[in-house]
């Protein structure tokens, strides 16, 4: 624990200087406040959206709250679709082939180009913004647990094999377990683009969510209101993603260094 206090003092000792010249910075007006706000004043928007909310009555929790919810509800949906049909698509080489050409392309359209469409769809609600979310996280969640299956060392399915292992068997002693650090990565990765959608998708038909929050303030050119919701969302992103690598080190033991592993 004290080594990595030690560890951790030059990087936060850097950071603390880096905000004492920007608060220095725009008080002896070597920056613009309304487009670098002071970290006093970030600091007193803080306690203004903790309390007050912005806009009036919605406070920073709930935004927050609500932005997680969207997010896990289309990411949720995402992995639940994409792991069982990758598995079955990386175990199959002809059905990879035949659907390797749609899955680029849909993977290729920007997730936000949609949304004029899907408010047509499904008008401007909660379903477009976790459908947006679910779309954008499912061909990057798909194309990892398909590669994942494809790139298993086939050294260890022809030791698997004269052991005796075949068919369900071998897929489920052998592959699944080779193919989950690339599944992990996937789900880290559609989750950063879960909260690269719902940013934009906020901005739209609510007043709740940091994306919404983060539009409001540019209304109003509330730039350090601005600040804090892109350090909420990152702060969110980075937990999750935390927790992430914390479950599959629970699960990967036999993984040992992740580090080795091709992804």
């Given at each position: 624990?004290t080594?990595?206090?030690?560890?951790?003092?030059?990087?936060?000792?850097?950071?603390?200087?880096?905000?004492?010249?920007?608060?220095?910075?725009?008080?002896?007006?070597?920056?613009?406040?309304?487009?670098?706000?002071?970290?006093?004043?970030?600091?007193?928007?803080?306690?203004?959206?903790?309390?007050?909310?912005?806009?009036?009555?919605?406070?920073?929790?709930?935004?927050?709250?609500?932005?997680?919810?969207?997010?896990?509800?289309?990411?949720?949906?995402?992995?639940?679709?994409?792991?069982?049909?990758?598995?079955?698509?990386?175990?199959?080489?002809?059905?990879?082939?035949?659907?390797?050409?749609?899955?680029?392309?849909?993977?290729?359209?920007?997730?936000?180009?949609?949304?004029?469409?899907?408010?047509?769809?499904?008008?401007?609600?909660?379903?477009?913004?976790?459908?947006?979310?679910?779309?954008?996280?499912?061909?990057?969640?798909?194309?990892?647990?398909?590669?994942?299956?494809?790139?298993?060392?086939?050294?260890?399915?022809?030791?698997?094999?004269?052991?005796?292992?075949?068919?369900?068997?071998?897929?489920?002693?052998?592959?699944?377990?080779?193919?989950?650090?690339?599944?992990?990565?996937?789900?880290?990765?559609?989750l950063?683009?879960?909260?690269?959608?719902?940013?934009?998708?906020?901005?739209?038909?609510?007043?709740?969510?940091?994306?919404?929050?983060?539009m409001?303030?540019r209304?109003?050119?509330?730039?350090?209101i601005?600040?804090?919701?892109?350090?909420?969302?990152?702060?969110?992103?980075?937990?999750?993603?935390?927790?992430?690598?914390?479950?599959?080190?629970?699960?990967?033991?036999?993984?040992?260094?992740?580090?080795?592993?091709?992804?």
């Amino acid at each position: 624990m004290t080594r990595k206090l030690v560890q951790a003092l030059p990087p936060l000792a850097a950071f603390t200087v880096l905000l004492l010249l920007w608060e220095a910075g725009v008080r002896y007006g070597f920056l613009k406040p309304y487009q670098f706000p002071p970290v006093s004043r970030i600091a007193r928007g803080f306690v203004e959206l903790s309390t007050t909310g912005f806009p009036t009555g919605v406070s920073i929790w709930s935004h927050a709250l609500t932005t997680i919810l969207r997010v896990l509800q289309g990411y949720g949906a995402a992995l639940a679709l994409a792991i069982p049909l990758g598995l079955v698509i990386g175990a199959l080489p002809v059905v990879d082939k035949l659907t390797a050409p749609l899955i680029v392309f849909c993977r290729s359209v920007a997730t936000l180009s949609l949304l004029p469409l899907v408010i047509v769809w499904f008008g401007a609600g909660e379903l477009t913004k976790v459908f947006l979310i679910g779309y954008g996280c499912f061909w990057v969640m798909l194309s990892n647990v398909i590669a994942g299956v494809r790139y298993v060392d086939p050294t260890l399915v022809r030791a698997a094999r004269t052991f005796g292992l075949k068919g369900l068997e071998l897929y489920r002693s052998v592959v699944l377990p080779a193919a989950l650090p690339r599944i992990f990565a996937g789900a880290r990765m559609a989750l950063g683009v879960g909260f690269m959608v719902i940013v934009g998708a906020e901005m739209i038909g609510t007043i709740e969510g940091l994306g919404a929050l983060i539009m409001e303030a540019r209304t109003f050119y509330r730039s350090e209101i601005t600040i804090i919701g892109m350090l909420v969302i990152g702060l969110i992103g980075f937990t999750i993603s935390a927790g992430l690598m914390a479950l599959e080190r629970a699960m990967l033991p036999w993984a040992g260094n992740l580090d080795r592993v091709r992804r």
